[in-house]
């Protein structure tokens, strides 16, 4: 099935330290964004990637997509206790359909 | 000036009701989804709507029933309540389907 692989499903890391999810999908993606969902709450767009080989930086957080439009990754530099929360890709498949990575969990430590 | 509003937040029932969750958007939004987060937090679409008419039907029990009375509005009618259906159900918009979703605050559906 369509699917978007996301890695890894869970990242611990000291305040300070970088942090780097990566995204995957077996098919060309028209689009992917990114959301973050903090814990209790609801996923909040960040960002929309669509051109091949596009980056995009959001102050400590640099989203890049793939030249084949296949993969994406979400680079955060210097972790603070705020970025904390489930980080999602997500791509926009055939027909318009936004499938969601499986999510990678962030806690820092203080 | 809540973008994606649903209600209610939490509800908690027994095996075998029926419930109905309720979406409003004040966007303008023309598309709207309901999506599904289970315990591992993964996010799974289950319906779209676009000015009124559905446009994606996942794989989802019959049970499940959507209705749009207009853009603004999407609302997820659920029959013979099982266990397994307890998670959290989110709402959804966007301008364009596919582009830039707003996601309501989540609806935590537990069923005893």
């Known amino acids: 099935g369509q699917q978007v692989m996301q890695i890894p499903q869970y990242q611990h890391v000291q305040e300070g330290e970088d942090f780097t999810t990566y995204c995957n999908s077996s098919t060309t993606l028209s689009n992917i964004q990114w959301y973050k969902q903090r814990p209790g709450g609801h996923p909040v767009f960040l960002i929309q990637?669509?051109?091949?080989?596009e980056v995009k930086k959001q102050k400590r957080l640099t989203f890049q997509f793939g030249e084949a439009k296949k993969n994406s990754s979400l680079h955060i530099t210097a972790t603070q206790t705020t970025d904390v929360g489930t980080y999602f890709c997500a791509g926009t498949k055939e027909g318009g359909k936004l499938i969601f990575g499986q999510g990678t969990e962030l806690s820092v430590k203080p | 000036d809540t973008a994606v509003s649903q209600t209610p937040k939490y509800l908690v029932t027994q095996m075998g009701n029926d419930k109905s969750i309720k979406c409003e958007q004040n966007l303008g939004h023309d598309t709207m989804y309901w999506y599904k987060q289970d315990s591992k937090k993964f996010l799974k679409i289950m319906f779209s709507y676009n000015n009124k008419e559905l446009i994606i039907n996942e794989t989802v029990p019959n049970r499940f029933s959507p209705k749009s009375p207009d853009k603004a509005h999407l609302n997820l009618h659920i029959n013979s309540l099982e266990l397994g259906d307890s998670a959290v159900y989110f709402c959804a918009s966007s301008s364009l389907l596919g582009y830039g979703y707003t996601f309501g605050s989540g609806t935590r559906l537990t069923v005893v």
């Open positions: 990637l669509v051109k091949s080989g």
